[in-house]
């Protein structure tokens, strides 16, 4: 077993598909219709195309996933983590692209982690390990 999607919820598909791609550098993979206006539409990172897909996930709405979102911004936590080689370089190249982070780049141990909101009401975890 392995896993081969996962997903981060969003409203908008199209806001979210160009957050994620032209400032995180996720590439799109699927890009599909499901009907009622709804697409399955996924990306990959560059150097794993055939990896891992993150679905943007179109229920943003639906109530219950509101209520986990909302909470989970406000008391600060992390939707999910991308792995980075270094999180300085990369909080330094998403700042500069307007990107706001909720938690500065913070060694924890033996990692790195940093915080930033993706513009679609999630907060994301960059970590080096």
Same mark, same amino acid.
């Given at each position: 077993?392995? #896993? #081969?999607? @996962?997903?981060?919820?969003?409203?908008?598909?199209?806001?979210?598909?160009?957050?994620?791609?032209? #400032?995180?550098?996720?590439?799109?993979? !699927?890009?599909?219709?499901?009907?009622? *206006?709804?697409?399955? +539409? @996924?990306? +990959?990172?560059?150097?794993?195309?055939? *990896?891992?897909?993150?679905?943007?996930?179109?229920?943003?709405?639906?109530?219950?996933?509101?209520?986990?979102? !909302?909470?989970?911004?406000?008391?600060?936590?992390?939707?999910?983590?991308? *792995? +980075?080689?270094?999180?300085?370089?990369?909080?330094?190249?998403?700042?500069?692209?307007?990107?706001?982070?909720?938690? %500065? $780049?913070?060694?924890?141990? $033996?990692?790195? =982690?940093?915080?930033?909101?993706? @513009?679609? *009401?999630?907060? =994301?975890?960059? =970590?080096? %390990?």
């Amino acid at each position: 077993m392995k #896993i #081969i999607v @996962t997903s981060v919820s969003v409203k908008d598909q199209d806001k979210a598909l160009k957050f994620y791609t032209e #400032i995180l550098g996720f590439v799109k993979k !699927e890009d599909q219709p499901l009907g009622g *206006g709804a697409r399955w +539409v @996924t990306v +990959v990172s560059p150097d794993a195309k055939n *990896g891992t897909e993150l679905l943007l996930e179109p229920n943003a709405d639906y109530p219950a996933m509101k209520a986990l979102k !909302e909470s989970l911004v406000k008391d600060g936590i992390p939707f999910t983590m991308f *792995g +980075v080689d270094n999180v300085q370089k990369e909080y330094e190249r998403l700042k500069a692209l307007g990107v706001k982070f909720t938690m %500065k $780049p913070t060694e924890i141990g $033996p990692v790195t =982690i940093a915080v930033f909101d993706d @513009t679609c *009401g999630n907060l =994301i975890q960059i =970590i080096q %390990k």
